[in-house]
């Protein structure tokens, strides 16, 4: 039993460790996060109206792309469609947080059984950096959550509601501009459309 549990343990931490390391690829330049759940096999070569959730100019360009990709994979384009693809973006700033790094007292302890016998105690009158009993010091930034980049696909059947297929795809914030980065998950998104998907990483470019 106790082997068993161990083996469990290995084979729980190995799953564990192999996730996480998509989750650090996805974080590099020119990758995307994909997931996708399927609730309804799609009907083969079927027709699709294409909606996004507002007309901003980026979507209408998003819009384009999507039906030229789907074209190209052979579905026919009808605004009165049975099937609806409806999609959305939205951009996630990176946050930060600052931190005081004042520091007045300080003390230090080694040595011994309770580390204590060789015990220094220093008052921190200036420092530039780390701040003082006479000056607050720089203080440090340092990033919170990493920005990024989401478009958000589903598949719904016009006359009924029910949907057949949602998926969304992420990217982290880069130099690259927002727009382009999202108009270049739309061809993953189409070639897996209908499919489902678990935290697939693909090139953007």
């Known amino acids: 039993m106790e082997r068993r549990f161990v083996i469990f343990i290995f084979l729980f931490s190995l799953g564990m ?4 390391s998509k989750v650090v ?3 590099a330049p020119g990758k995307g996060l994909m997931n996708a759940i399927s609730f309804k096999a ?11 959730m507002d007309d901003s100019y980026q979507n209408m360009v998003l819009k384009q792309k999507f039906e030229h990709h789907l074209k190209t994979e052979g579905f026919s384009i009808s ?9 959305g973006t939205n951009n996630e700033l990176s946050s930060y947080t600052t931190r005081n790094r004042r520091s007045i007292l300080e003390l230090d302890a080694h040595g011994g059984r309770e580390g204590g016998e060789n015990a220094r105690m220093r008052f921190n009158l200036f420092d530039s950096n780390s701040g003082g009993m006479f000056n607050e010091g720089k203080g440090e930034t340092s990033l919170k959550t990493i920005g990024h980049f989401r ?9 009924n509601g029910k949907h057949y297929w949602k998926a969304w795809a992420t990217t982290n914030q880069s130099r690259s501009g927002g727009g382009d980065l999202i108009l270049a998950m739309v061809p993953e998104v189409v070639n897996r459309m209908g499919k489902k ?3 697939q990483i693909f090139d953007l470019f």
């Open 42 to 52: 799609l009907p083969y070569k079927t027709a699709f109206s294409v909606r996004p």
């Open 25 to 27: 690829q996805a974080q």
């Open 197 to 199: 998907v678990t935290s």
């Open 79 to 87: 605004k009165n469609a049975p099937l609806v693809i409806t999609f």
């Open 151 to 159: 478009l958000d696909v589903s598949i719904v059947n016009r006359t």
């Open 17 to 20: 460790l192999v996730q996480s």
